[in-house]
């Protein structure tokens, strides 16, 4: 089975620009979260997914959006860049029951 | 609200010393516990887990944590570590309701020859 694939890998952005990044979850998996780890610190939850609903948000505003398709997959998107979103994005997704998440390897935003 | 506190930043340990990750939780609701590891410029990897059942539980590659309800803890072990062992852990505690997962800041081990 496919684990949780994120892409791109890494990325650099302009203070103010957009950007989106993508997350194919593992097969059987229809529950995906997003988390921003900043350097030296643990993820922070920034929301989850359930069949294409979005149903849990973390402190994250409202410029931080997301999207799940019906194949599962998802989208993060981050509008008007700030430098302290500079961080490791991290992609997980779960078949639910609150049994584990399996994570992606992350796409690691720089924000100048 | 939920919390987790891991209480040591880093952990240096010579190999094949035993180690001991320290977790602490707040919450006021029934959770799953977890421990994640995650080397260098990868993402995080599911170590152990309790759900329910045995407070015990253990790993594929010779950790092991236990569930102490009346500490509110759930601290990691292993007896004898390994070059290898050396990376970033993280325990988390799952919302029951939500499965949305909480971190703590995460403990650095670091395995010296």
């Known amino acids: 089975e496919t684990g949780v694939t994120q892409s791109p890998t890494h990325l650099i952005k302009t203070r103010g620009q957009q950007v989106t990044l993508r997350c194919s979850s593992q097969?059987?998996?229809?529950?995906v979260s997003w988390y921003q780890q900043a350097l030296g610190q643990g993820p922070q939850f920034i929301f989850q997914?359930?069949?294409?609903?979005?149903?849990g948000r973390g402190n994250f505003p409202p410029r931080f959006s997301g999207l799940q398709f019906p194949n599962y997959s998802s989208e993060l998107n981050v509008n008007a860049l700030e430098l302290d979103d500079s961080a490791l994005y991290l992609c997980?997704?779960?078949?639910?029951?609150?049994?584990?998440?399996?994570f992606g390897s992350g796409t690691r935003l720089t924000v100048v | 609200a939920q919390s987790v506190t891991q209480l040591d930043s880093q952990v240096p340990v010579f190999e094949e010393a035993p180690v001991e990750l320290r977790c602490n939780y707040s919450?006021?609701?029934?959770?799953?516990l977890f421990w994640y590891v995650q080397y260098p410029n990868q993402g995080l990897q599911l170590l152990l887990k309790?759900?329910?059942?045995?407070?015990l539980v253990e790993s594929i590659n010779g950790f092991e944590a236990e569930f102490n309800k009346s500490q509110t803890s759930f601290h990691l072990r292993k007896p004898s570590v390994h070059i290898s062992d050396t990376a970033e852990y993280f325990c988390?505690?799952?919302?029951?309701?939500?499965?949305?997962?909480?971190f703590g800041q995460g403990t650095t081990l670091q395995v010296k020859p």
């Open positions: 097969s059987g998996h229809n529950t």
């Open positions: 309790y759900l329910s059942g045995s407070t």
């Open positions: 997914y359930y069949r294409e609903e979005e149903n």
């Open positions: 997980a997704s779960s078949s639910g029951g609150n049994y584990g998440y399996t």
């Open positions: 988390a505690v799952s919302d029951s309701r939500t499965g949305k997962l909480i």
């Open positions: 919450s006021s609701v029934s959770v799953y």
